[in-house]
Nanobody, 131 residues
Framework: QVQLVESGGGFVLPGGSLRLSCAASGRTFSSLPMGWFRQTPGKEREFVATTRWIGGAAYTKYYADSVKGRFTISRDNAKNTVDLQMNSLKSEDTAVYYC?????????????????????WGQGTQVTVSS
């Protein structure tokens, strides 16, 4: 049974940093897209970042425009973890952040950001950015 467990959320001042971590278990994840989404009350869950295997030892990373240059996604296949380093945080980054894994190794780029393509989800971790 696949399980994703997020950690690292919390309260931070604008301009601050947080690092989220997701520990995955239950299968082999090294060739699967792993990413982060976020959601605020009354809004749809939105894409933040994903890392996708492209062959051999190579991975690519994709980011929502709203977080490019501020957030960095990374994965450690030996530990089955995917992290999200969030810098220069803004109040609009406040949300529940979810770790997600797609079971589609061949997920195409145009589908990377769509929640329907992710099969496994964590329980979410709250990030609050406020002064």
């Amino acid at each position: 049974q696949v399980q994703l467990v997020e950690s690292g959320g919390g309260f931070v001042l604008p301009g601050g940093s947080l690092r989220l971590s997701c520990a995955a278990s239950g299968r082999t994840f090294s060739s699967l897209p792993m990413g982060w989404f976020r959601q605020t009350p009354g809004k749809e869950r939105e894409f933040v970042a994903t890392t996708r295997w492209i062959g051999g030892a190579a991975y690519t990373k994709y980011y929502a425009d709203s977080v490019k240059g501020r957030f960095t996604i990374s994965r450690d296949n030996a530990k089955n973890t995917v992290d999200l380093q969030m810098n220069s945080l803004k109040s609009e980054d406040t949300a529940v952040y979810y770790c997600a894994v797609s079971s589609s190794r061949g997920l195409i780029v145009s589908e990377i950001s769509k929640t329907r393509n992710y099969d496994y989800w964590g329980q979410g971790t709250q990030v609050t950015v406020s002064s």
